[in-house]
């Protein structure tokens, strides 16, 4: 049974930044891309940034390019998503997810590509 336990979310000031864990078990980590997306109060979950198996491509939403950095530890089975310069459009839970093979190959950004799911992680930004 796949398990996503996340950790790292929280409360930061506008401008500040936080690092979000994503820790995998129950599944040969590294031959699956991960990503990460955020859902905002009201809105629909959308994709943040993914990763592929090696590491070697990464992909990011526009709103988030240049200030989050998606890496991974396959020794550690951990995904990360790094993010600076916070904003507080920024406010969402945040999920990480294992993604299928188009994920493993090409970091895809589409959220059918996913199928497993974190609990999600709380980060609100405030001004």
């Known amino acids: 049974q796949v398990r996503l336990v996340q950790s790292g979310g929280g409360l930061v000031q506008a401008g500040g930044s936080l690092t979000l864990s994503c820790a995998a078990s129950?599944?040969?980590?590294?031959?699956?891309?991960m990503g990460w997306f955020r859902q905002a109060p009201g809105k629909e979950r959308e994709f943040a940034a993914a990763?592929?198996?090696?590491?070697?491509?990464?992909n990011y939403a526009d709103s988030v390019k240049g200030r989050f950095t998606i890496s991974r530890d396959n020794a550690k089975n951990t995904v990360y998503l790094q993010m600076n310069t916070l904003k507080s459009e920024d406010t969402a839970v945040y999920y990480c997810?294992?993604?299928?093979?188009?994920?493993?190959?090409?970091?895809?950004?589409?959220?059918?590509?996913?199928?497993?799911w974190g609990k999600g992680s709380q980060v609100t930004v405030s001004l």
């Open positions: 997810a294992v993604g299928n093979q188009i994920v493993a190959a090409s970091a895809s950004t589409s959220l059918s590509s996913y199928w497993s």
């Open positions: 129950g599944l040969t980590f590294s031959v699956y891309g």
């Open positions: 990763i592929s198996r090696g590491g070697d491509r990464t």
